[in-house]
């Protein structure tokens, strides 16, 4: 054989013993003091070692056993870890009630809608608020003033001056009952109340002696005034007001009373027209009415609404007397509901017996109580 046919032959069997062969891996090189670390892949889980050798690594599989791998470095299989958990911020919501009966009731409280009845005032008084604290003061100037005054005024003048003071005052109002009689178109009580007043006047010494209502004369006294008046003729009362020097009077009492003053005074002047006449036949007037009628206001004040019980009575007294001129009922007789001191004036209680009337007071109504 040649020396080429040598070769060739050699280069064949090699070649055939290496393929029969196993292919043998590099060995991996050492590693060196000087080399850092290894990074681990960011999705891939850090080998709990890597030991020196050529060609072997041994890492930790997912289920924790060591593997050992030869030749080329397959790669390492590992799960990624779980992400961290995301924190969760504190809630902001109003915690759900436990109880459905709690929440419904708290729900309640918080849209029910309270309802307040509004007091309104009744439709004859619109003034009630004022009229009320006016009323209110007038009952403790009653308390420690009037009242104990009206008391010591009834025990210190006896009866019969007491009775004799009254007359007087009486007798001075008949010229203006007079005229309200002939307004009202009725001439005979004009006429009758004409008689009184001259018999009065005369043999009843100024009025000090009621004589006129006696034997043989049989004239009553009928209080009356231009508030009855106007009343007869179909004029309301019109809002009710509590004075402090009036009492419980009306739009119409009001005019009324004030317009019944000023007759003597414009009609016959001196004295009727000086200051120290009206306060004190006024002053009299008052003490003698509020001593007079005292159990009367008394039990009106005891009432759970003194105030409104005053206020009925006397729009009721008020409409009895119109009512008595127009000769539907008898009158009951006045009830005063003012300490403050009036002016002589014709009254306007009516009543239709011949019996004798208390005092009234000025202005054609019922004097106002305390």
């Known amino acids: 054989m040649t020396v080429s046919a040598w070769i060739a032959a050699l280069l064949l069997t090699g070649a055939l013993a290496d393929e029969a062969a196993p292919t043998s891996p590099l060995p991996a090189p050492a590693p060196t003091p000087s080399s850092a670390p290894p990074v681990p892949a960011a999705s891939a889980a850090t080998p709990d070692a890597i030991?020196?050798?050529?060609?072997?690594?041994?890492?930790?599989?997912?289920?924790?056993?060591?593997?050992?791998?030869?030749?080329?470095?397959?790669?390492?299989q590992a799960t990624a870890p779980a992400p961290a958990p995301t924190p969760v911020p504190p809630s902001t919501?109003?915690?759900?009630?436990?109880?459905?009966?709690?929440?419904?009731?708290a729900a309640a409280d918080e849209t029910d809608i309270v309802v307040k009845a509004r007091h309104h005032a009744p439709p004859g008084d619109p003034l009630e608020a004022v009229n009320m604290k006016t009323f209110a003061v007038v009952q403790g100037l009653d308390k420690i003033l009037v009242r104990p005054a009206?008391?010591?005024?009834?025990?210190?003048?006896?009866?019969?001056?007491?009775?004799?003071?009254?007359?007087?005052?009486?007798?001075?109002?008949?010229?203006?009952?007079?005229?309200?009689?002939?307004?009202?178109?009725?001439?005979?009580?004009?006429?009758?109340?004409?008689?009184?007043?001259?018999?009065?006047?005369?043999?009843?010494g100024a009025g000090l002696f009621d004589i006129a209502r006696r034997k043989p004369?049989?004239?009553?006294?009928?209080?009356?005034?231009?508030?009855?008046?106007?009343?007869?003729?179909?004029?309301?009362?019109?809002?009710?007001?509590?004075?402090p020097i009036f009492g419980p009077t009306t739009l119409r009492d009001l005019i009324g009373d004030n317009l019944d003053r000023g007759v003597l005074p414009a009609a016959v002047g001196t004295p009727f027209d000086k200051p120290a006449y009206v306060l004190g036949i006024g002053s009299a007037s008052s003490l003698d009415q509020r001593a007079?009628?005292?159990?009367?206001?008394?039990?009106?004040?005891?009432?759970?609404?003194?105030?409104?019980?005053?206020?009925?009575?006397y729009l009721r007294s008020r409409q009895a007397a119109i009512d008595?001129?127009?000769?539907?009922?008898?009158?009951?007789?006045?009830?005063?509901?003012?300490?403050?001191a009036n002016v002589p004036a014709p009254v306007?209680?009516?009543?239709?017996?011949?019996?004798?009337?208390?005092?009234?007071?000025?202005?054609?109504?019922?004097?106002?109580?305390?």
């Open 292 to 313: 007079e009628f005292d159990e009367k206001l008394e039990e009106l004040h005891r009432g759970s609404d003194p105030y409104a019980q005053t206020r009925a009575d």
């Open 93 to 105: 919501a109003t915690p759900t009630p436990t109880s459905t009966s709690a929440a419904t009731g």
């Open 348 to 370: 306007t209680v009516a009543p239709v017996t011949g019996a004798a009337d208390p005092v009234a007071p000025a202005g054609g109504a019922p004097s106002p109580a305390p």
């Open 217 to 243: 004369f049989h004239l009553p006294r009928r209080p009356n005034g231009l508030g009855n008046t106007l009343g007869y003729y179909g004029v309301g009362p019109g809002p009710f007001f509590y004075l």
């Open 150 to 204: 009206s008391k010591a005024y009834q025990r210190i003048l006896p009866d019969p001056l007491r009775s004799g003071i009254r007359n007087v005052i009486n007798n001075l109002r008949e010229p203006v009952v007079f005229l309200n009689f002939l307004l009202q178109l009725k001439p005979g009580k004009a006429f009758e109340t004409v008689g009184r007043f001259a018999i009065n006047s005369t043999i009843g």
């Open 324 to 340: 008595a001129l127009r000769g539907r009922r008898a009158a009951p007789p006045p009830v005063p509901v003012s300490p403050a």
């Open 51 to 76: 030991a020196p050798g050529v060609g072997s690594v041994q890492a930790e599989t997912p289920e924790g056993a060591r593997s050992e791998a030869t030749g080329d470095q397959a790669p390492v």
